[in-house]
């Protein structure tokens, strides 16, 4: 053989392992993310929003419950934006902008929430022990605070203050981000109760 073949089979076999290294770790995390989306009220949900950061949750709980808070944030901001725009259609009843401009208020605090459980969740590895409880109650306080905010708004969609298209178009997004953001709810006490 030459020197170019050897060089060549080498770099072959250091491609394949690299790639079933690579693939192997993949594995473990797919079934890490499935394995906490167990514990989640909607698994299925919890599995398709979170997989695609992989790389970034690996099999850390902790990463998990912050990907999943970040995930829930960018949602919730997502529909309360969509919200805002709907608020602005022409023909609204009274009634309706009332509702409309409910679930704005509702869904502008639950982003408010979020995205200080998120940066409590972040400035958690820097806390010393004895500090850690304080912390963590602070993060699952103000996530079931967003989750409730969420359920609020789409319960002011139950009556018919708002019928049609417009009122099927933001529930099926609030519920989304409401299911969403109880699976964070259940991956952050998950969390709390592993340290």
Not at 139 to 167: I, M
Not at 181 to 188: E, I, P, Q
Request: aromatic share 6%; with cysteine.
């Amino acid at each position: 053989m030459t020197k170019l073949t050897i060089l060549f089979l080498l770099s072959l076999l250091t491609l394949t392992f690299t790639d079933y290294v690579a693939v192997a770790n993949g594995s473990s995390t797919s079934k890490f993310i499935k394995s906490s989306c167990s514990i989640t009220r909607y698994p299925s949900l919890c599995i398709k929003s979170l997989s695609e950061y992989s790389s970034t949750i690996q099999e850390s709980p902790k990463q998990m419950a912050q990907t999943a808070l970040t995930v829930s944030l960018a949602r919730a901001r997502s529909v309360q934006t969509f919200v805002t725009q709907m608020s602005k259609s022409k023909g609204l009843k009274r009634s309706e902008c009332q509702v409309v401009g409910d679930c704005i208020e509702n869904m502008g605090d639950s982003v408010d929430r979020l995205s200080q459980s998120i940066t409590e969740l972040e400035h958690m590895g820097q806390a010393k022990a004895e500090s850690f409880i304080f912390h963590m109650s602070n993060v699952q306080t103000w996530v079931s605070a967003a989750l409730t905010d969420e359920d609020t708004c789409v319960d002011g969609f139950a009556g018919h203050a708002l019928d049609g298209k417009l009122k099927t178009a933001i529930k099926a997004r609030i519920t989304n981000v409401a299911q969403v953001t109880s699976n964070a709810l259940a991956l952050v006490n998950h969390f709390a109760n592993l340290v």
